[in-house]
């Protein structure tokens, strides 16, 4: 027996100027016009494309690569919480068999890390020193899907502070190789002089990217290089700190003035016309299913509530190629009871979540 279409009803947000009063899902993809015949079951709510993660780690946590079964929580969790489509910046765990998957997002992998040797988190990353790092670049954008994620700075154990790890020659022509792969590029960053020189680099995008300051933001927007703040996991940045307090003090405090004017820093980019997205780095440190909490952080920058929702549904599916909810496009739709446009905090507890056709009631974050 097949599913009935679904006739979803109330107020569809489609795009930050477009709002439908209704629509149906046929056949697993969306439909502007009712079905000629057959049952139809009706959701009433406020609905939006499905939301993006454009930062998270599926089948990695803390200490490295996880089970399959694990991973598969994770991509559950994020399905739950109404994302369903992740851009996996950066995984040692092979996780295309995701992508087979009709009851998981769908997912953008960008390979594995790429890092500078000793300079990074142990088992997340390859660990390589500058004259390899043109074939890796090339490497990791052949093996992911349009991504490449490279480390641009970490702690420096010399200098005590956060150091680059790439000289910008070598990294302007890995960026240049990844391009002529048919790949973007994408870093870590967190201070100020690795924002530099990726830009002028020609990146495409910054991970985090708290070293903004007046000049690398006029840079960044004139190059609309875009950037996904990761707002929740900045907020483990004294615990960073504290961390390395004692062997690198120069460290900890530049790690919390980051921190302070992140929502300054945040700001100011937005203001001057630089593309910012949601992301949440799950998978890290941080648990799945995050992403309402990145939106309503975004709001603490002085984006409006619909900008915020933009960011992480009709905007950032644009920005990866995606679609939003069109004729005939698939139907990755999250219906909400109560209007996310009044308060965004509505988004962390999603009504329906229809993944391909299918809806699937929330269940709550899974880890």
Known sequence: MSSPALHIRGQILVGPDEVLEEAWVIGGVVSLRPPAAGDVETIDGFAVPGLVDAHCHVGLEAHGEVAPERAEEHALADRDAGALL?????SPADTRWVQEREDLPRLIRAGRHIARTRRYLPNFAWEIE???LVEYVRQEARNGDGWVKLVGDWIDRETGDLGICWPVDVLTEAIAAAH???AR???HCFGEQSLLDF???GTDCIEHATGLVDETIDI???QQIAIVPTLVNIDNFPAFAE???RKFPTYADHMMDLYQRRYDTVAKAREAGVPVYVGTDAGGQLPHGLVAQEVEALTKTGMSNLEAIGAATWGARAWLGRPGIAEGESADIVVYRDDPRLDVRVMADPFKVILRGTPHAHSGARG
């Open 86 to 90: 992740l851009r996996d910046a950066g």
């Open 130 to 132: 500058p004259e390899d």
């Open 180 to 182: 002529e792969e048919g």
């Open 185 to 187: 590029v994408t870093a």
């Open 199 to 201: 830009a002028a680099a």
């Open 220 to 222: 960044f927007a004139d």
């Open 243 to 245: 961390a390395g307090r």
